[in-house]
C-alpha cells in the first residue's frame, strides 16, 4: 500500500495562513479532498495521512469530518492544546475518535526557544504514549539541538519528524544540519518524513542534483525502516507538481530492494500511525 504520510487542506484565510506570503501567491486559495483525489489516484497512492495547518481544535474536528467523509483519508495528525489545562478534556473528548492518529505543534513558529523544553508542553506530549499516538515534529534545522533534549526526555513516546527538518537548501548548506540531524537519528523512536524539500530550495530552480545530497544524508541516518513518502501538498505546489515530486521520491529510493523501498512508500506509514 503506497501512503502519502504528509499533506494538508484548507479554506484558505489571509489571517489564519499568514505563513503563505507572495511568493507563494498560488495556493492561496481552497484546497479540499475533491481536489487532492484524482491526484493520488494518478499516481498510484492509496491513502493518505492529512496534518493539521492550524493550531485550532476547530481544525482538528473538520479534518475529522472530512476523513469520516472521505475513505483514502486515512488518518489525521491534528493538533491539541497540549501546553493547556484544557488538554485532559480534550483527550477524554476524543478518546473514542480512531481517526486521531497524531498531534503536532507548529514549534517552528515559537518565539520562545525553549518552547519545547517547558514543563507545560512536556506533560501534554507524555500523555500521548497513554493513548498509542504518535507526535509529529515540525522545525526548522536551527532548531535541532533542542529537538534532541526534547526527544531524549520521552524515550518512549514515537516521533515523526517532518520534512526533514528544514535544511537551508536554497543555499545548498550541509552543515551542521547533516551532523545534528545524524545525532537525532541515534533515537530509534525517531522517524522522518521525506517531505518539505522543495519549499526549502528555490522555488524556480531547485534541482534533483541539488536536492539528493540530503536524501542521502537521512537515507543513511534513518535507513529504509524509518522514513515515510509525504508530498507536502499544496505547499509543494509552488515548486513542483504532485507527480513531479512523487517521482522523484520514488527514484531516490529505487536503488533500495523492493521491499525497503515498500517502507518508505507506504509500509512504514501504516505501521506507525496505525492506519
Sequence with gaps: MIIDAHHHF????PVEF???DESMQSIRTNFVPGMLEPVIRASGVDGVVT???RQSLEETEW???LAHRNDFIKGIVGWLPLASPQLDACLEKYAGEKMLKGVRHVIQGETDPEFMLGNDFNKGISRMK???IVYDILIVEHQLPNTIKFVDMHPDQVFVLDHIAKPLIAKNEMSPWRERISELARRENVHCKLSGMLTEADFQNWTKEQLHPYFEVVLEAFGPGRLLFGSDWPVCLVAASYQDWFALVKKEVSTLSTVEEALI???N??????L
Excluded at 10 to 13: A, E, G, K, N, S
Excluded at 269 to 274: D, F, H, I, Q, T
Design 63 to 65: 479534518l475529522f469530518d
Design 130 to 132: 497513554k493513548l498509542d
Design 269 to 274: 506509514a501504516v505501521r506507525l500511525y496505525n
Design 10 to 13: 484548507w479554506h484558505y484565510d
Design 51 to 53: 496534518v493539521q495547518a
Design 265 to 267: 512508500m507506504g509500509d
Design 18 to 20: 499568514d505563513w503563505i
